[in-house]
């Protein structure tokens, strides 16, 4: 059974650092890789989506990678800003058929 | 416009009684979704359909029952609502383009059961 897990549940760092949020995943075998933002009492907001035959993706400040073999996915977000204080979720597909599964998140604040 | 709607967007009602929460997706997508989202919990498929004519069970089902009325409609029933079904529950689409699926997600609706 596929299981994602995002660590940590929490993260504060100041205005202007550079920061990574960590996504794992127990079965290597996933069509691909999906990173969201949710705003709090909002929906899902999708970010970036890596393919299995991608090693990453870019998107403005925002960077995502992912490395298969060993079922991680990290999202890499340039010179912090307290606009991206939301929680941010990782979220994979097994196949072309299959639904997606989702990590639990990680609430990132961006202290001004 | 938004993309994915969800009717309504807050509602509270009491246990045993029988609600339906719409959506409605105007991005011509042919599979839709119904999640919900619990604190600590994540979110987890409730169903999902892959056309109008595809019902499928997600991770939990129970307690839950929907109905694709066309492609741009998917409705979630809950028969007999009880409290653990408080939640924030979300509507999402997809389409696949080549290789590529992408979900779009709604507004949510905050079901509060007494």
């Known amino acids: 059974k596929q299981e994602v897990t995002q660590i940590p549940a929490a993260l504060s760092v100041p205005e202007g650092e550079n920061l990574v949020l960590n996504c794992s995943f127990t079965?290597?075998?996933?069509?691909?890789l999906q990173w969201f933002r949710q705003d709090p009492g909002k929906g899902l907001t999708s970010l970036l989506l890596?393919?299995?035959?991608?090693r990453e993706q870019t998107s403005g400040r925002l960077n995502a990678s992912l490395d298969k073999s060993s079922g991680r996915s990290t999202l890499y977000i340039a010179a912090s800003q307290p606009g991206d204080s939301a929680t941010y979720l990782c979220a994979v597909i097994r196949g072309r058929d299959d639904k997606i599964i989702f990590g639990k998140g990680t609430r990132l604040h961006i202290l001004p | 416009d938004a993309d994915v709607t969800q009717t309504p967007r807050n509602r509270i009602t009491k246990t045993g009684k029988r609600i339906m929460l719409e959506c409605s997706q105007t991005?011509?997508?042919?599979?839709m979704y119904w999640y919900r989202q619990d604190p600590g919990l994540g979110l987890r498929l409730i169903y999902y359909s892959f056309d109008v004519k595809d019902i499928n069970k997600g991770e939990i089902s129970d307690g839950y029952s929907v109905s694709r009325q066309a492609q741009a409609k998917f409705s979630l029933s809950l028969e007999s609502a009880i409290p653990n079904q408080t939640a924030l529950y979300f509507c999402a689409t997809s389409a696949l383009i080549g290789v590529q699926e992408t979900q779009y997600f709604g507004p949510g609706t905050r079901l509060l059961v007494l």
């Open positions: 079965d290597s075998a996933i069509y691909n």
């Open positions: 890596i393919q299995s035959s991608q």
């Open positions: 991005k011509g997508h042919d599979r």
